[in-house]
T-cell receptor
């Protein structure tokens, strides 16, 4: 069974600095998606970034980028120039591209990010 | 474009009562899901649907039932609520296996 592990329950960063959130996963599949979702205090789940496993290039969305290491099964999120609005829970998630369990978007337990002014 | 809409946003139930959570999406997505979120547990899949008229069990289906009579709607039912079902419930939808879009969540308390 696939699993997603976020080893940092809480992280803190100074405003304007850079922080990296870790995520590892376990799968025997070769084709899959990886995602980072942000959940601010409003509770809304917001997609931050997406990575297809077949793409070697790391995904980037403005201040957010990932370091995807397929062999190591690692998918970290880097937030540059941190802003107060980045404070939230961040969830790493995995989904296989093919085969059964079509609905199974598997989440890690989350990392709570605090941003200090 | 509303995206994914859940009703209600908050609800308090007494043990043994029943209720239905409604999820509606206007993105013409094939796949829809119900998750529950508990502190320290992340999101866990309850049930999902890959198309109108189809449903399947997820990781934690016990105590819940679902129906998808129309493509845009996915209903989650609790027949006899228990305190262990106190949680935040999220509905989500996706076109296929790409990213899922989430509703704003329903906070359910069972006393």
């Amino acid at each position: 069974a696939q699993t997603v592990t976020q080893s940092q329950p809480e992280m803190s960063v100074q405003e304007a600095e850079t922080v990296t959130l870790s995520c590892t996963y376990d799968t025997s599949e070769s084709d899959y998606y990886l995602f980072w979702y942000k959940q601010p205090p409003s509770r809304q789940m917001i997609l931050v970034i997406r990575q297809e496993a077949y793409k070697q290039q790391n995904a980037t969305e403005n201040r957010f980028s990932v370091n995807f290491q397929k062999a190591a099964k690692s998918f970290s999120l880097k937030i540059s120039d941190s802003q107060l609005g980045d404070a939230a829970m961040y969830f790493c998630a995995y989904r296989r591209m093919r085969g059964g369990s079509q609905g199974n978007l598997i989440f890690g337990k989350g990392t709570k990010l605090s941003v200090k002014p | 474009n509303a995206g994914v809409t859940q009703t209600p946003k908050f609800r308090v139930l007494k043990t043994g009562q029943s209720m239905t959570l409604l999820c509606a999406q206007d993105m013409n997505h094939e796949y829809m899901y119900w998750y529950r979120q508990d502190p320290g547990m992340g999101l866990r899949l309850i049930h999902y649907s890959v198309g109108e008229g189809t449903t399947a069990k997820g990781e934690v289906p016990d105590g819940y039932n679902v129906s998808r009579l129309k493509k845009q709607n996915f209903l989650l039912g609790l027949e006899s609520a228990a305190p262990s079902q106190t949680s935040v419930y999220f509905c989500a939808s996706s076109y296929r296996r790409e990213e899922a879009f989430f509703g704003q969540g329903t906070r359910l308390t069972v006393v």
